[in-house]
């Protein structure tokens, strides 16, 4: 049977760090996976870049991003009942789209919104797939991804996601659909596995004021639990 052995190794590891909530250090991970050190420290940073270890002091233990990674078929329920009240807010604040969107593979989905009440509105596509190149939450998503990051050819996108690092803000100005301009910033954690929200505007709504209004609303929305 063809197998990825890195991968399985991975699995191997999350696996036993689960039943382990006082976390493990890396020779006690080494010696129960029968595994070098050097291997060992080197699947641990891979699952962190996904938001799924973090060490704490010399042990490492599982995330809450590993426990809603791993649940049951509902995953989208969960998070959606997790971030409704943040949608509602900040789409009552802005008038405008807020979207919710996971990465999943090579795109980004949209798994739940609030659409505005302008007569001329953007139309949200939930059953899409949407570029990680040029969507707002595609480049949010590919920010957070090094190992994905890494492959992007374009200069100036690599250039972008460097300022998305920085700021925290991903932008998609008519890139994908004319006369749409979109905002996006992480959710509740900034983990690979957590989702992300956008802000769209019709171009001709969109100004610097209303920029500032949407990221203080999302901020504040997401800091008040």
Same mark, same amino acid.
């Given at each position: 049977?063809? $197998?990825?052995?890195?991968?399985?190794?991975?699995?191997?590891?999350?696996?036993?760090?689960?039943?382990?909530?006082? *976390?493990?250090?890396?020779?006690?991970?080494?010696?129960?996976?029968?595994?070098?050190?050097?291997?060992?420290?080197?699947?641990?940073?891979?699952?962190? $870049?996904?938001?799924?270890?973090?060490?704490?002091?010399?042990?490492?233990?599982?995330?809450?991003?590993? @426990?809603?990674?791993?649940?049951?078929?509902?995953?989208?329920?969960?998070?959606?009942?997790?971030?409704?009240?943040?949608?509602?807010?900040?789409?009552?604040? $802005? *008038?405008?789209?807020?979207?919710?969107?996971?990465?999943? *593979?090579?795109?980004?989905?949209? &798994?739940?919104?609030?659409?505005?009440?302008?007569?001329? @509105? &953007?139309?949200?596509?939930?059953?899409?797939?949407?570029?990680?190149?040029?969507?707002?939450?595609?480049?949010?998503?590919?920010?957070?991804?090094?190992?994905?990051?890494?492959?992007?050819?374009?200069?100036?996108?690599?250039?972008?996601?460097?300022? &998305? @690092?920085?700021?925290?803000?991903?932008?998609?100005?008519?890139? $994908?659909?004319?006369?749409? &301009?979109?905002?996006?910033?992480?959710?509740?954690?900034?983990?690979?596995?957590?989702?992300?929200?956008?802000?769209?505007?019709?171009?001709?709504?969109?100004?610097?004021?209303?920029?500032?209004?949407?990221?203080?609303?999302?901020?504040?929305?997401?800091?008040? @639990?």
């Amino acid at each position: 049977m063809d $197998t990825a052995a890195t991968a399985l190794k991975a699995f191997d590891l999350l696996t036993i760090l689960a039943g382990r909530s006082p *976390g493990m250090k890396v020779a006690e991970l080494a010696q129960a996976l029968n595994q070098p050190r050097t291997n060992i420290v080197r699947l641990l940073k891979t699952v962190e $870049t996904y938001g799924l270890v973090a060490r704490d002091a010399r042990c490492w233990r599982i995330t809450p991003a590993f @426990r809603a990674w791993a649940a049951p078929p509902d995953r989208y329920e969960a998070m959606c009942r997790r971030y409704r009240r943040v949608l509602e807010v900040v789409a009552a604040r $802005t *008038g405008e789209l807020v979207l919710l969107g996971l990465h999943e *593979g090579n795109g980004i989905v949209h &798994i739940d919104y609030i659409e505005s009440d302008h007569r001329i @509105r &953007i139309a949200p596509s939930p059953d899409t797939r949407h570029s990680l190149q040029h969507n707002a939450l595609g480049k949010l998503a590919l920010s957070r991804r090094p190992d994905l990051a890494v492959k992007v050819r374009d200069a100036r996108l690599q250039a972008e996601l460097a300022e &998305i @690092r920085r700021t925290g803000v991903a932008w998609n100005r008519e890139e $994908t659909v004319r006369g749409m &301009i979109a905002l996006a910033r992480p959710g509740f954690t900034n983990s690979p596995t957590d989702a992300m929200l956008a802000v769209a505007w019709p171009a001709f709504r969109f100004s610097e004021r209303k920029t500032r209004d949407a990221l203080r609303s999302l901020d504040e929305a997401l800091h008040a @639990r």
